[in-house]
Every structure is written in C-alpha cells, then in structure tokens.
C-alpha cells in the first residue's frame, strides 16, 4: 500500500479508499469513532456533532469530512471526549431522557455512547419538554419526547421506503420531528411496521407497539459489550 492511502488517527496509520470519509476509513480500520446521526446506510446528515475530530487542527465532523493523504486526526483526546461528553448531556437534558422507565434501554446508542464516554450525569437543568405522544397507528407508537433529531427515520422513509412519512419542523429549540400528513397523526399515513424507518431510530422514539420489554436484561444490544464493541462488531 502506498503512502498516498494513508491518515494518521491518533498516531496510529489509516488506509483508506478514494472518496472515504475519516469515519468510513476508521470503522473499516476497526476504530471507534463515537456518532449517533451516521449510520452506514444513508447519506451522512452531520447533525449531532459526537464525531467531531480535529482534522489537520481543524475541528471538524469525521462523517462528513473526507480522508486525505497524510492528514493527522485526533479522536480519542481528553479533549474532544470532553466535548462528546457535554453534547451528549445537552441531549439527555433536551429530551425526557428517563432511560429506566424507557424500553429501549439497552438498545439505545445514546445511551451506549452515554456510558461509552462516562457521562456520569446530565449536569445542565432539565427542560422537561412536553411533546404529546402519538399512539393513533395500529403497530407502531411515537414518543418525541425522546428525538434527538438525528433526521435517521426521514433519510430511511424517504430513501428506503419511499413515502416521506417524517420531517423534521420549527427552529432552534423549538426543531421538531412531524409526522407528513394532514392531522400530523401516523394513523392518516401508509407507514408500516415492517418500513426501514419503523426500525432505525438509534433511541426511544418509534417504537413497535405490543412488544415492549421483550430483550431478558443481560441479552440486550449493548449489555455484553460498549457502544465501540457493538461498532466494531457491525463494521467487520
Ligand atoms: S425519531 Fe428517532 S430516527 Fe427519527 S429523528 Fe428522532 S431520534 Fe432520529
Ligand atoms: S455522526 Fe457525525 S455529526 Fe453525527
């Protein structure tokens, strides 16, 4: 392999393929580098910032910004884990974040990641918001209270299931996920519990009704392993 193919990610060389984002190159490479809004399948969004890297000294997100010869990324820094940390408290304190009362525990990337960067209490006041949930659809129930507007379920109802069923809405704190139909319910969509956006929320938020609980605790997605076990695993 040339010296053309290679970044360096702390300290250690990377290969890479043309047109491979940092993130791309060090999964491959089986290097964590924390995210919640990328995901494999879709387009990378850069919403969430957990994956910024510094990058040629740059502070920048590693999903979006393309490998090149030579760079030096920093990622795994007392620094920049930091930064990661008080993001994901800024999460946990936006959202009703409860995670013993949510089913999702232990399924949940926010949480993984949560654990994976010791983030041992949100450390901000807690909004508390009050979104109302949406139960309307037979199969599958909506609690928005728990979004982190990752934008996964518009990318997947969109480019994989082809129906556009979310959107996301307002500004600033006021951003929102809706839902695209006249009454803003699911029930007046043709959304389906077997689309890909009915099963690709990283957190608590479109969940599959009748099935809550159902993973034993010690079985869960991520109880045997941490958030960078589960993907290393995935990207191998
Ligand atoms: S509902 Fe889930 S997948 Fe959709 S934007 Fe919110 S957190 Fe992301
Ligand atoms: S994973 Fe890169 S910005 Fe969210």
């Given at each position: 392999?040339?010296?053309?193919?290679l970044?360096s990610l702390?300290g250690e060389d990377?290969p890479f393929?043309p047109?491979?984002?940092?993130?791309q190159?060090?999964?491959r490479a089986g290097?964590y580098i924390?995210?919640?809004?990328?995901?494999?399948?879709?387009?990378p969004?850069?919403?969430?910032r957990i994956c910024?890297?510094?990058?040629?000294?740059r502070?920048?997100?590693?999903?979006?910004?393309?490998?090149?010869?030579g760079l030096e990324?920093?990622?795994?820094?007392e620094e920049?884990n930091?930064q990661?940390k008080?993001?994901?408290?800024?999460?946990?304190?936006e959202?009703?974040?409860f995670c013993?009362?949510?089913e999702?525990s232990?399924?949940c990337?926010?949480?993984?990641t949560?654990?994976?960067?010791g983030m041992?209490g949100?450390?901000?006041?807690?909004f508390y918001p009050?979104?109302?949930?949406d139960?309307?659809h037979?199969d599958?129930l909506?609690d928005f209270?728990?979004?982190?507007?990752?934008?996964?379920c518009?990318?997947?109802s969109?480019?994989?299931?082809?129906?556009?069923?979310?959107a996301i809405?307002?500004h600033?704190i006021r951003?929102?996920?809706v839902v695209?139909?006249e009454?803003g319910?699911?029930?007046?969509?043709?959304?389906?519990?077997?689309?890909r956006a009915?099963?690709?929320c990283p957190?608590?938020?479109i969940l599959p009704?009748?099935?809550g609980?159902?993973?034993p605790?010690?079985?869960?997605r991520?109880?045997?392993?941490?958030?960078?076990?589960a993907?290393?695993?995935e990207?191998?």
């Open positions: 392999m040339s010296d053309a193919a970044f702390d990377v393929e047109g491979e984002t940092i993130l190159a060090a999964r290097r924390p995210h919640l809004c990328w995901h494999p399948d879709f387009a969004h850069g919403s969430c910024t890297v510094k990058a040629g000294g502070m920048v997100a590693a999903c979006t910004v393309k490998a090149a010869p990324v920093e990622s795994d820094t920049l930091a990661r008080t993001l994901l408290q800024m999460l946990f304190i959202g009703n974040h013993p009362s949510c999702k232990g399924n990337l926010l949480q993984a949560a654990y994976e960067m041992e949100p450390h901000f006041e807690e009050a979104r109302p949930l139960a309307s037979p599958i909506l209270d728990r979004c982190i507007l990752c934008e996964l518009v990318r997947a969109r480019e994989v299931d082809g129906k556009n069923i979310f809405a307002g600033g951003t929102h996920l695209n139909s009454s319910m699911l029930r007046d969509t043709d959304m389906a519990a077997t689309d009915a099963s690709i957190v608590g938020v009704k009748r099935r609980f159902v993973i605790i010690g079985q869960r991520y109880d045997e392993g941490t958030a960078a076990d993907d290393r695993q990207a191998s």
